[in-house]
Structure formats: C-alpha cells, structure tokens
C-alpha cells in the first residue's frame, strides 16, 4: 500500500454564495462565453457546493480553464435539436460545457412528460456538465422522476480483475418528490468515488481512505500526489469501481458503468 506521509492542508475560507456566483459569472465573462450560457452553468455549480457536493461545483473551474487552453472547449456553443419526436430528442452540446445543454435537456423531458407521460432528452458532444444530481432534481421540482446518467471520454476505472482503466466514472442519478419532505435525489459514481473527491483531497494534502484508488499492481494508494496522476492521466491503475474489491462486489460498479456506457 502507497500511504500517506503528511498533512499540510491549507485553512479553509468561506465565501458568500453571491460573490462566488458574481466571480465565477465575472471568469466565463472574461473567456468570452456568452452570458445565454453562462446563467445556467454558474447557477448550476454554485447551487452544486451549496447542496455541499464540492467535488463537482466551483472547484471545477481550474479544469474548465484546463479544457479552455487546450483548445478542447468551445466558448461559444450552437446548442440545437439534433432530432426529435413526441416524446425523445437529441441535442448537441456543440464541445462547450455540458450545463447548459443538460438544462436545456431536462426541462426538454420534462415538458414533453407533462404532455405524454414520459419524456427522454439525451445530450452528444459536450465536456463536463458538474453533478447529475443537479438536472434530475429539477424534475422533482416540478412535480416528476427525474434520472439521468453519462459516459465521458476521460478513463479512470479499471474493470474488476482488471489493472487497465477502461470506464469514466459514469455516474447515474436518480431524483423524486416527496411529499412534505425534501426531494429524494440519489446521485453517485459508478466508481467508489468520483475523481473530483481525489482532486480535493490532493488540492488539500489529505490521505485518502484505503480502497478508493489503486495502482498499476492493483495495490491500494492513499497518498493523493500519487493518486492524482492515476486518476487523471495514467492508464492503468485509477479509481476502484463502486464497491472497492472483488470481495466487496466492485463487479456491481463495473457492470453499472457498463451500462452508463
């Protein structure tokens, strides 16, 4: 096991969910995306954190400027129906941020359930689109079930059995009204964690549970400046799927990302 040595976490600061929403909005600005594009997508990961899912929220935005200088984001996306019928569509990202076009997916779905019972929007060709926890909640408030799930092109799991990453973490979500209660909203990575836990944890020096990552020889890594690298970059080696080891089931992670996929 590759464990962890020291711990030099820099202190934590608070910051009013207004300003990082105005900072956040003044950064896009900056790159030039349009302002059609930059509402749903700031208002999307900053009430991402506020429901407390840092992983996925603004803390992606060193990532997204990552994507920008690579040339791999389009800034000024065409959002548009690729086709259509009654009850399903297909709409194009167009390479920008996946947020918007997952708004624009959902509410989709959501307007073609209240008129036939069911509704199914999918999105092709966009990059990271935050928690998808956030889209199948706006279903639940509006009175329905909303699911969702996605693939991605960034390999990090390796099968069970298997040291060579073949998966995202293909996360499903899951969300329902509940009366006079909070909505139910279940969303989760098909891996044992998502890699937005390991950027945390490596951004803050913070040992990581063993079982979360392994390495080329399928040895548990918790020391996150190792983990990181296997994560993101590495091919072999990355994250456990849900469930950790064989013994503990992890062929239920890897069957459910297979599915995603």
């Not at 020291?6 to 003044?26: C, E, F, G, H, M």
């Not at 390796?158 to 969303?187: C, E, L, Y």
């Amino acid at each position: 096991m590759t464990s962890h040595k020291k711990n030099t976490a820099p202190s934590q600061v608070r910051i009013q969910a207004n300003l990082l929403d105005k900072q956040i909005r003044a950064i896009f600005s900056a790159w030039g995306m349009p302002e059609k594009i930059i509402e749903p997508t700031v208002y999307t990961m900053v009430e991402t954190d506020l429901r407390g899912i840092d992983s996925h929220g603004i803390g992606m935005i060193m990532r997204y400027e990552e994507y920008l200088q690579k040339g791999l984001l389009n800034i000024h996306p065409n959002i548009e129906i690729l086709r259509e019928t009654p009850a399903v569509a297909q709409i194009t990202g167009d390479a920008g941020l996946g947020h918007a076009p997952s708004v624009k997916a959902i509410e989709m779905a959501c307007d073609k359930a209240e008129q036939l019972g069911v509704g199914i929007v999918s999105v092709t060709n966009s990059m990271h689109h935050g928690a998808v926890g956030a889209y199948a909640l706006r279903a639940a408030r509006r009175g329905m079930i909303g699911f969702g799930c996605t693939a991605a092109w960034a390999h990090c799991i390796p099968p069970t059995r298997s040291k060579d990453a073949m998966f995202a973490t293909n996360p499903i979500a899951f969300a329902a009204p509940a009366g006079k209660n909070r909505h139910f909203v279940m969303d989760f990575a098909t891996s044992t964690v998502a890699v937005g836990k390991i950027s945390i944890a490596w951004f803050n020096d913070r040992p990581l549970p063993p079982g979360w990552v392994i390495d080329a020889e399928g040895q548990s890594v918790t020391y996150p400046a190792i983990a990181h690298p296997l994560c993101t970059k590495e091919r072999q080696g990355g994250l456990t799927p849900l469930g950790g080891t064989e013994e503990m089931s992890s062929h239920k992670g890897y069957g459910l990302a297979a599915m995603v996929e």
